[in-house]
């Protein structure tokens, strides 16, 4: 093979693309991964607070969105949780399991970086090899004969594949752009509008009163439309965020509410229950018995409910428990592409074949990652179909 030709040129040194090249490297092929980053794997350093949420047992279709919810089905029956684990095992990287199925390592993120890294050097062993170069800006893209030819670093690479592992524009200060839809639009796919996901939620007008409560969090259940979690929700200075409020900004939409169950383990009529078994006490009491005390006295202010429980008809009661089973918050938007960990939306998959993310119009060319509108839940689930992702479109080449 001449000087600058290759079996494929990955663009993107993220955790899809370098998924990617370590498989397709192990398959005898010849890649080079493109990046202008400075260094590989950027995003896997800060994931999870630094020791990366690899995967998640949990891991079904169903976990994830998109405009087709089969699409994720064929690449991560056949790349599974297991299988990432047993790569994590045989790289000696010792884990634990969070909660909800979310997988860390007990270490550093970094170990994550290294694995794929020595992954993608195994191909020599195999008479493959994988080449991966940082800091080269791509700055041109063409398509002839069945070749992709990509200007880099002043130079022209060429590969009858190519595959786009670039992401999504979340988290602009690590490099993230949105060059995935602009080259997909280029060569005739779709793309399903993106926007941030896993994002902090943010208030205004008479809702701000909770500002007050900033660095507060409580176990709630946070709901959008039909979907529903169960986790912390926190109060900041700009409105709500923590693990319940992330998952539900994905299906949140502008112009909707959110509600908030702050009482999720009460059955209905237990604040009645109260006045009957503890008539003096305030429903301030109460609450601080189950919330944060300075999330209860928010709560019983802007219920209006103040004096002992036996003053207080069954009535407003009544009202009061069906209010804090479903608080409504009207946010003004969210935190936007900083603060948010991925993009939902992306490259559209009707125009992508299922089993290798092939787009069906061009022969060769590959999306995968968060580059696709593939978007995972909270807690390990993108980094699971990055991995399914990169594994399913390395079986093609």
Not at 34 to 55: E, M, V, Y
Not at 153 to 168: D, E, M, Q
Not at 248 to 272: K, M, T
Request: glycine residues 12%; charged residues 20%.
């Amino acid at each position: 093979m001449q000087e600058g030709e290759f079996d494929a040129i990955v663009l993107g040194a993220g955790a899809a693309g370098l998924m990617y090249a370590g498989v397709a490297g192990q398959r005898g092929r010849r890649v080079l991964v493109l990046d202008h980053a400075d260094q590989p794997g950027k995003k896997i350093l800060i994931s999870g607070g630094g020791r990366c949420n690899f995967t998640n047992l949990g891991t079904a279709p169903d976990r994830f969105l998109s405009a087709n919810p089969h699409f994720a089905r064929s690449a991560l029956a056949r790349y599974t949780p297991a299988d990432f684990l047993a790569l994590v095992e045989q790289h000696g990287i010792a884990w634990h399991e969070k909660t909800l199925g979310q997988l860390f390592c007990d270490g550093s993120a970094k170990q994550i970086v290294a694995l794929l890294l020595a992954e993608c050097d195994r191909a020599a062993q195999a008479g493959g090899r994988v080449e991966v170069r940082c800091g080269q800006p791509v700055t041109g893209v063409e398509h002839a004969d069945g070749r992709f030819v990509v200007e880099c670093g002043g130079r022209p690479v060429r590969a009858p594949a190519l595959v786009v592992a670039t992401g999504g524009p979340s988290i602009p200060k690590m490099g993230a752009t949105g060059f995935a839809y602009d080259l997909a639009r280029r060569f005739g796919l779709k793309v399903v509008e993106p926007r941030p996901a896993l994002v902090p939620l943010t208030l205004d007008g008479s809702e701000l009163l909770f500002r007050s409560l900033s660095g507060i969090a409580a176990e709630v259940v946070a709901g959008a439309g039909k979907a529903r979690f169960r986790e912390a929700a926190l109060f900041t200075h700009r409105g709500l965020s923590g693990p319940a409020i992330l998952q539900i900004s994905s299906f949140w939409r502008h112009g909707e509410s959110v509600a908030i169950d702050f009482l999720p383990d009460r059955d209905s009529g237990w604040l009645r229950q109260a006045k009957r078994d503890n008539p003096r006490l305030t429903v301030q009491r109460v609450l601080g018995r189950a919330v944060p005390e300075r999330l209860a006295e928010a709560l019983a202010e802007r219920l209006a409910l103040t004096g002992e429980l036996a003053n207080l008809a069954d009535a407003r009661l009544a009202a009061a428990e069906a209010r804090l089973a479903a608080w409504a918050f009207h946010p003004n938007g969210t935190e936007g592409y900083a603060k948010a960990e991925v993009t939902a939306g992306g490259v559209a998959t009707h125009g992508l074949s299922q089993q290798t993310l092939e787009a069906r119009n061009v022969p060769g060319l590959h999306f995968i990652g968060e580059a696709v509108d593939v978007t995972g839940w909270l807690g390990g689930y993108n980094f699971q179909w990055a991995w399914a992702s990169g594994w399913a479109a390395a079986q093609a080449l």
